[in-house]
């Protein structure tokens, strides 16, 4: 029996305070968590799975799976200028349940504190992964099932049909499952239809070399998972041939589709990066925008730096207790409010001094 129930990923936070979830949590975290007794200071990637309040070592052997069922939660242990560092995210599987994703959401804080504050948080929801998430690992795959109730393994559905969408440049690309539609297309990327034993990939006239190479990478890391049985064809918009007819078919019949500028990498560069201070300093907190620079960042507020592809909260040496435990919230409820936006995109916590290269390149 798949978990086929999904939760309003918009309602969902990086530490549901003071909600009865929460008190449950703390119930089966009040003898400390024997899992972060493990972690060390060698680099290295570490990923862990919820099942019912608990966290479960994932086996290393299935690094970059994750089932749509479950939530996880991944350290990545790095070492920069001879210095330790680390970032946390948690995974929500898009059909996890309200318990495993909070679970995730209060453990990556547990885990937080038991690092001294050190980590970037990163939370992660399926199909709007952050570029750092996805980076971690040689193959990214996502599987249909995951842990019930019973703590009963839910076997995936082998090969189910899905659309990827390879997006980026030579030094950079991204790739997401999309719907199965010709809507999804456009003229500017790489598009793979997986059935299975056989790939059909898309190459439009405006795809980038970048994401041609990134396919190819896909198709052959997908062959060799299978067995090396996958039949691969690749073909653009105007060839006309039994495998081009089959892709057209599927998602729907072919169409006139999106334009590299409409669906392509200049998309996302319609919308302006925004900056809100968040301040308690009138003894109530209040919201405000700022300047986008990275000189207007304060060090006693919180601060939501909205990138477009990514909402960080930075929280400055000096911050109040309140104005910490509110920041999150108050990027979900912005995010919420943009109804254009995908309720999905990443939500990065990072603490002054812990800035990580994303962060300090969202200011150039």
Known sequence: MLKDQKINIADTNMALFGTPLEKEIKKHASEGEPAWKKVTKTPGVNVWRVEKFKIVEWPKDRYGQFYSGDSYIVLHTYKKDDKI?????????????????????????ELDDYLDGLPV???????????????LFNKFEVLKGGV?????????????????????????????????????????????????????????????AGEKAAASQLTRAIDDQRGSKVEVYTFGYDDKDAHADFFWQFLGGKKAIKSAADGGDDADLKEKKKLFKVSDASGTIKVEEAPFARKSLNQNDVFVVDTIHTIFVWIGTGASAQERKSGVQIAQGYLNNLPHRNKGTPIVRVLSGGENEEFEASFN
């Open 148 to 208: 019930d109730t019973g703590f009963k393994h839910v076997e995936p559905e082998k090969y189910q049909p899905r659309l990827l969408h390879i997006k980026g440049k030579l030094n950079k690309t991204i790739v997401r499952q999309v719907p199965a539609s010709t809507d999804s297309l456009n003229m500017g990327d790489v598009f793979i239809l997986d059935v299975g034993l056989k790939l059909y990939t898309f190459q439009p006239a405006g795809a980038g």
């Open 85 to 109: 560092l680390y970032n946390v995210h948690f995974w929500l599987g898009e059909n996890t349940t309200l318990d495993e994703a909070g679970t995730a959401a209060y453990k990556t804080v």
């Open 121 to 135: 948080q990163y939370r992660e929801v399926q199909g709007c992964e952050s570029d750092s998430f996805l980076k």
